[in-house]
């Protein structure tokens, strides 16, 4: 296992959090080639490049967190808006629908009805 540079993650992270995602992408780019199984910098990583409307690569990223663990809810939700952003509401469903299954939050179930309302 590959040990991370801390201050590339942080510095993504703090990039990402103070508006700034894009600057925040190339850190976190950085990091997930150091670290290409982490699904904390993966996360950081496809917010950030969610974020800066980067949404090609903010699906790719997603799909990796998705089958490194295939129960994170927030990469299925991650994952999902990537999709319906592009306006592929069709194949956003899927994952939308498992996310609210497992979340069963407002957001969530709101989140899948704009999505299946739009497909």
Do not use: I, W
């Amino acid at each position: 296992m590959t040990v991370l540079e801390p201050t590339l993650l942080e510095q993504g992270r703090l990039y990402r959090e103070s508006g700034n995602p894009s600057v925040a992408a190339r850190y976190l780019a950085e990091a997930a080639e150091q670290a290409p199984d982490s699904r904390s910098v993966l996360t950081e990583l496809a917010l950030a490049h969610f974020q800066s409307a980067a949404l090609g690569k903010a699906e790719a990223t997603a799909r990796r967190l998705v089958e490194l663990d295939p129960s994170d809810a927030f990469a299925l939700t991650l994952l999902g808006r990537a999709l319906a952003r592009q306006s592929r509401h069709a194949e956003a469903v899927p994952y939308l629908r498992l996310a609210d299954a497992m979340l069963g939050t407002a957001e969530s179930a709101e989140l899948l009805a704009t999505a299946e309302s739009r497909r």
